[in-house]
């Protein structure tokens, strides 16, 4: 990928030198790297059967020990050092035993009438929005903070100010941390998507919940719920009145064999900057397929920008939205 967007290793060792992730090498300590574009250097630092989960470590790029639970099933996501330790048959038995337990569907379709009230609660926060948002212009900077790809501190300060009110700014930073270095670790982003589909905004197409304080304080359904709506209602009406411009968005894909079709998603990573999609496009020395998309997008499914999100601009630069997701389209 493009030096200029994101962190690569040049040197970077070819795949012959690592082996295939396998529930038998999860194994605490055990080296290896990410099956990405970059294939980005990890280790891992825990195994959870109870949970039927492995923790892993980034060891280099820009989220640099950033530390990610991710579901067991997806060890085949990654490679492994040659030498890497392998697990006991007990603890291999164990976690085979997790994944026939979680790595189960879970479908909640949107409830449709449920959707009536949230539009109803949406257009009250936007109308409070408002008058707040009235004394920030950014139809003319718009373009400035996509080439740079940051976002704008007054937007930071006034959302900030907005959910502090709710008593939601601590669970936001915390959900914002999770969506821009992995919405699947854990399952913090899972627990939003599955009341997504409870206020019949998108259905659910997952798997079924690993733990079972998912919905304990403080990430109740109904903080969860406001929380979603809070942050709808800032975005959307920061693009409808404050920029009040076409909502241009990009993605790109890029993939070492043939290209699958998208999987279903509650919430959809876009960006605002071709470049960045360029560099997702680009991929990396063993690509061999990929796709790039634009679309102007019904701001309505807007959920949040890096232009009012503080942590969309720390570590990647990559002037992202995240949109509601929509089954009836595959690329947005």
Known sequence: MPSSVYESDPTAKPDSDFVAGELSLAVAGNRGRLLDARRTPLSLTAVDPKHGEIEVRIDAFEDEGARWRLPAWEITRLQLAQDSKRASPAAAAELHGAVEKFNRPLVLEAETAAATDVRRRLAEQRGRIRG??????????????????????????????????????????????????????????????????????????????????????????????????????????????????????????????????????????????????????????????????????????????????????????????VLIGDPSNPAF
């Not at 790109?252 to 960006?271: E, H, I, K, N, Y």
């Open 132 to 321: 707040a948002l009235g004394s920030i212009d950014l139809r003319t900077d718009i373009q400035g903070c996509v080439q740079r790809r940051e976002g704008d501190p007054r937007l930071y300060a006034e959302l900030e100010r907005c959910l502090a009110a709710q008593d939601l700014f601590d669970l936001d930073r915390r959900f914002c941390e999770t969506m821009v270095s992995n919405p699947e670790s854990g399952e913090l982003i899972k627990g939003h998507a599955i009341v997504l589909a409870e206020l019949g905004l998108c259905r659910f197409d997952g798997t079924v919940v690993r733990d079972p304080g998912l919905f304990e304080e403080p990430w109740s359904r109904h903080r969860r719920a406001e929380h979603l709506i809070a942050r709808m209602a800032f975005a959307q009406e920061l693009w409808s009145s404050g920029v009040g411009q076409p909502l241009t968005l990009y993605r790109a894909a890029a993939a070492d064999g043939a290209l699958s079709r998208p999987r279903p998603a509650s919430f959809v990573s876009c960006t605002f900057s071709e470049q960045v999609a360029d560099a997702h496009f680009a991929g990396g020395a063993t690509t061999r397929s990929a796709v790039k998309w634009r679309q102007a997008v019904d701001p309505t499914r807007l959920l949040m920008t890096f232009l009012e999100t503080a942590a969309f601009n720390d570590r990647f630069k990559e002037a992202e939205a």
